[in-house]
Structures are given as structure tokens and as C-alpha cells.
């Protein structure tokens, strides 16, 4: 399987290289598990042998066998997911995989910080970039928690404040802010001087786990009211007029039969 050496790409040798690895191969999982889920579920006929899904660094996912070397090159993602499918609701299949998968990505995160001497900093440095995001097992069952406190977002209730489309409708100079957490600056005053680092964790991104950018459009989702980055999730400002009350893919997922 894709890790490094032998199969053409590097390895990942510095915090920051290792962290682009667990995104793609994040990225590529909660495509399995979301918006590509009945792919992924076709491919996990109980009737196959051994079957692991892999997130590949390029955002890509794949259901395979695992590899035949030992040791393997990278740790082996959890063997045999295919053997409970049929055996359990779908929803709950979905959700032990989550976890699974969630245990992978830290498990050849680590392997590289590992096998290339990340020291005590290094570590905690990656753990924290890895932390900030939220897990698949919370975005597939739609337990992440919205991060912005309150007080430092107004109309905090889902009932009351206006959607992203809304305020797209309030001013054309502002037609890619949607309803976010103030500055930094502002965030900083109204903390008597913090750090402001609870507005780093909170402005991120729900699928991507990037973090805040006023130049680009993001939606809400009006159930579990996380956001996301419109290109994560295919809709764009002219689409977001339309629509009335947006659900993200975790949330859409959760009525279909898998």
C-alpha cells in the first residue's frame, strides 16, 4: 500500500510533512465514510476475505487487503471490516470503522514521528495540529462539537441567528463572510489580553479541518452547526440562496440506508 520507500513517495521526516500526510489520508477517509459511502459500502462484501480501508495521502481511499510483507511498511489500518457489515445497522457499522480509522491516522502519524526522532516538542507540536481537528468518528455520527464560545459569537442559538446564505443577502461587500467568530484582535480584547487560541481551534473548517479565511465562502450547517468551507462540501453562494435549511453530507447520510 502507499506509505513511502518502496512505493515512490518520501516519507513524511518533519512535523509539518507529517501533518499533510494525516490530512490527505484523513481527507480521504471521511470521503469514504460520508459523501462516497455507498461505494464504500459496496465494496465491503462480507463475502471477500480480510478487507482494510486505507486512506491514501492523496485524499483518496481504498478497501484491499492488507499487504503481505511483515512487518508492513506503515501500520495496517483494522483488518476484516467487512466481516460486520451485514451483521449490524449501518449507521453503527459506520461509526466502529470511524473509530478504527481515527486510531489509524494517529497510529502512522506517530509511526513517522517515531522512525524519524521527533523529539518530546515535536511530538506534542503534531498531537496538538491533529487535535484541532475533529475526529471521524465525531463527524460521522455528528457529535463534533461547535467550538466558538458564546460570548464571542453573537446569536449563538440555531433558531436565531441568520444563515451564511442570509447574510449573503445583507451586504454584496460581504458576500464571502459568512457568520463567524470575531478577529483575533477583537477576540483578544474581549479576553482582557488572552492568547487567543481557543479562536484558532474554533474557526476550522468541519470536512478539511482548515482554518478561517475571509476571502472564502463557508456554510453552516443548520443541524449540527458545524461549518465548512463551500468547496468541501460542493455549494457555492448561488446555490446557498436557494437553499433553505442546509444539512451537511454526515447530517444527509445519517436518514440514508447504508
Not at 12 to 25: H, L, N, Q, Y
Not at 106 to 119: Q, S
Request: a negative charge; hydrophobic letters at 30%; proline letters at 7%.
Amino acid at each position: 500500500m502507499e506509505g513511502g520507500g518502496a512505493s515512490g513517495f518520501p516519507f513524511p521526516r518533519t512535523v509539518e510533512e507529517v501533518f499533510k500526510d494525516f490530512k490527505g489520508r484523513r481527507a480521504g477517509l471521511l470521503k469514504a465514510l460520508t459523501t462516497e459511502v455507498d461505494k464504500f459500502y459496496a465494496r465491503c462484501d462480507p463475502e471477500k476475505e480480510n478487507l482494510c480501508l486505507f486512506g491514501l495521502r492523496n485524499e483518496t481511499w481504498q478497501v484491499n487487503m492488507p499487504v503481505e510483507e511483515v512487518p508492513p511498511e506503515i501500520p495496517e489500518p483494522a483488518l476484516g471490516i467487512n466481516f460486520a457489515r451485514d451483521g449490524m445497522e449501518g449507521r453503527d457499522w459506520l461509526s466502529l470503522v470511524a473509530v478504527h480509522s481515527d486510531a489509524w491516522l494517529l497510529a502512522v502519524a506517530f509511526y513517522f514521528g517515531a522512525r524519524f526522532g521527533f523529539d518530546k516538542n515535536d511530538r506534542k507540536k503534531l498531537f496538538k495540529m491533529i487535535n484541532d481537528l475533529p475526529t471521524l468518528f465525531e463527524l460521522v455520527t455528528g457529535t463534533v462539537k461547535q467550538q466558538p464560545s458564546d460570548k464571542s459569537t453573537p446569536n449563538s442559538s440555531n433558531r436565531n441567528k441568520p444563515s451564511a446564505k442570509m447574510q449573503h443577502r445583507q451586504s454584496e461587500s460581504q458576500t464571502n463572510l459568512p457568520k463567524m467568530p470575531p478577529p483575533a484582535e477583537q477576540e483578544e480584547e474581549d479576553e482582557s489580553g488572552g492568547e487567543g487560541e481557543d479562536d484558532e481551534q474554533g474557526a476550522t473548517c468541519g470536512a478539511c479541518g482548515n482554518s478561517y479565511a475571509s476571502d472564502e465562502f463557508w456554510i453552516c450547517c443548520d443541524v449540527c452547526e458545524v461549518w465548512f468551507h463551500g468547496a468541501c462540501v460542493k455549494i457555492t453562494p448561488a446555490k446557498a440562496e436557494h437553499i433553505k435549511h442546509y444539512k451537511c453530507p454526515t447530517c444527509s447520510n445519517k436518514r440514508a440506508r447504508v
